[in-house]
């Protein structure tokens, strides 16, 4: 059965790989599995329609046959245990890649969202140049954890799996910033991750998606 996903009709990331249902996408290719797009305006997202499928009217969704998800963490899960690719045989490491998944979206993710919203939406308040460089503090401590466990290994444990995916595309978001560039084997990290043919399929999917709906009359 070919799953349907969810993606923005206009994408907010400029067609950068940014948005969230490029996780998504790049897990079904790194599995070979082919799928099908619903594209959806910002407009339909908060109907009634597709908050069924999402309480909080967001991208992606996952539907195969009688199955809804939503939260990337979930989808890309879901995928990973129902097809080779994405997890270890190996019952601990299978664990592991897991944890570095939970790692990615609990622990690394919401600082650098917190930075995100500091300088997009923050910007203008009296306060936000006080409170900025205390964010950026945060977003730093956690790069320079992630920075030190990874050290000159490829991927976080051994081979590439779920949770790097994740992780990588979380640290996607710092590299406007440049405070990617201030842990070389992070910057390394996501570079290797880009590399992967899988990952530049799902990234020109999204791209092409944003290219035909920016150029639409």
Aim: proline content about 6%; overall charge neutral.
């Amino acid at each position: 059965m070919i799953p349907t996903i969810t993606a923005f009709e206009r994408s907010p990331d400029g067609g950068q790989g940014l948005a969230r249902d490029t996780r998504v996408r790049w897990a079904l290719e790194e599995v070979g599995q082919p799928y099908q797009v619903r594209l959806v305006s910002f407009k339909a997202m908060k109907e009634p329609e597709h908050l069924e499928l999402h309480p909080f009217g967001q991208i992606p969704t996952y539907e195969e046959g009688d199955l809804a998800l939503f939260e990337t963490g979930s989808i890309v899960l879901h995928i990973a245990q129902n097809h080779k690719g994405l997890l270890p045989v190996d019952a601990n490491a299978r664990a592991r890649a897991i944890t570095w998944m939970f790692a990615a979206l609990n622990t690394v993710e919401p600082p650098i969202l917190e930075l995100a919203n500091a300088k997009l939406l923050e910007s203008d308040r009296s306060w936000s140049k006080e409170r900025l460089p205390l964010v950026m503090d945060r977003v730093r401590t956690r790069l320079r954890e992630l920075a030190s466990r990874l050290g000159d290994a490829d991927w976080l444990d051994s081979s590439f799996s779920a949770g790097d995916l994740m992780m990588v595309h979380v640290l996607q978001r710092l590299k406007s910033s440049g405070m990617l560039d201030e842990f070389p084997n992070l910057a390394a990290y996501v570079a290797r991750g880009e590399a992967r043919p899988a990952y530049k399929r799902a990234f020109n999917a999204q791209l092409a998606v944003f290219t035909a709906t920016s150029t639409a009359p």
